[in-house]
């Protein structure tokens, strides 16, 4: 069975890639930390999955050390207006990727997805390039050649990158303690097809960009840990309740930790999870906290 992966490259502490992407169902049943993900019904053929190779646990405990000391100031009392860098890769001949007007509809979702935290999103320049290579490019060197040609801006910067990566991918970024040791690979990679309007359905109203956008400001899978996490969630977050597993479709109603160590159903909606575009609408209160303390920690 040929599976499409949307791989969420997205590497904090240069460490954890998370690969993230479209699934054939598949009834076996796997750990979601590990490789693709639990069929669950859907409205689609295909679902998200995730593969993730974590952070060790030194890793990961020196991000949540360095959060901790902002918990006391944890308000978020700032305003981030983000500028955006697109970059459209195109195959040799030119064409194969979104118009100016896809861009905008991109933008307003965004900033209606993040209305209410600290993030904004305001496009300052779109740039195209005919490469074959970087048209396809799923990672790699092909990754760095692309990035370390076209990135702009500093490390407040949001690069994205729009191409027709191969295997089936839907996107990656980078979290954002990577960024002092490897700034030019500092961004986000995004399938042309699923920038609203696109053919990508049911990931086609632009909330690829949204959870991809959402790791590069430092938020983690809801189901990150799954039932067995500690006080402040897998994710980081104590607002968003447990999940056992990537949930698909907009399975309404899904509650898999239960006992009273897990209140609350699964947080289908949040655009941390893999829902179906038109079922995410959510970030927690938890959440923008915790993007604003990484933006504050390392951008």
Not at 47 to 68: I, K, M, N, P, Y
Not at 159 to 172: C, D, E, F
Not at 174 to 179: A, L, M, Q
Not at 246 to 275: E, K, Q, V
Request: charged share 15%.
């Amino acid at each position: 069975m040929q599976k499409k992966l949307w791989i969420t490259a997205a590497v904090l502490g240069l460490s954890l890639v998370t690969a993230c992407g479209e699934e054939e169902p598949d009834t076996t049943t796997v750990n979601t930390e590990e490789q693709p993900g639990v069929q669950e019904p859907g409205s689609a053929e295909t679902h998200r999955g995730c593969a993730t190779v974590d952070l060790s646990d030194s890793e990961r405990a020196a991000v949540e050390a360095r959060l901790a000391t902002l918990q006391d100031t944890a308000a978020i009392t700032a305003s981030h207006v983000i500028p955006v860098y697109v970059h459209r890769i195109h195959p040799a001949g030119g064409g194969g990727s979104v118009t100016d007007a896809q861009i905008t509809n991109q933008l307003n979702v965004l900033n209606a997805a993040y209305a209410g935290t600290s993030f904004s999103f305001s496009l300052t320049s779109t740039d195209d390039t005919n490469n074959a290579s970087w048209y396809t490019c799923a990672g790699g060197t092909c990754e760095t050649q692309m990035k370390n040609a076209l990135r702009k801006g500093g490390s407040n910067a949001l690069n994205l990158y729009v191409n027709n990566m191969g295997q089936g991918l839907l996107g990656w970024a980078t979290f954002p303690s990577s960024y002092a040791s490897q700034p030019k690979l500092d961004g986000v990679v995004v399938l042309y097809s699923s920038f609203p309007g696109g053919s990508a359905a049911p990931y086609n109203l632009g909330d690829t960009a949204t959870h991809e956008i959402g790791h590069w400001l430092g938020l983690y899978h809801t189901f990150q840990g799954g039932c067995a996490r500690q006080a402040t969630g897998g994710d980081g977050v104590s607002d968003t309740p447990a999940e056992k597993s990537a949930a698909f479709g907009c399975p309404t109603g899904r509650d898999t930790c239960t006992g009273s160590r897990f209140p609350g159903l699964d947080p289908i909606t949040n655009f941390m999870d893999y829902t179906d575009d038109s079922c995410m609408n959510t970030f927690s209160a938890g959440q923008k906290t915790r993007m604003n303390n990484m933006w504050i920690s390392y951008r």
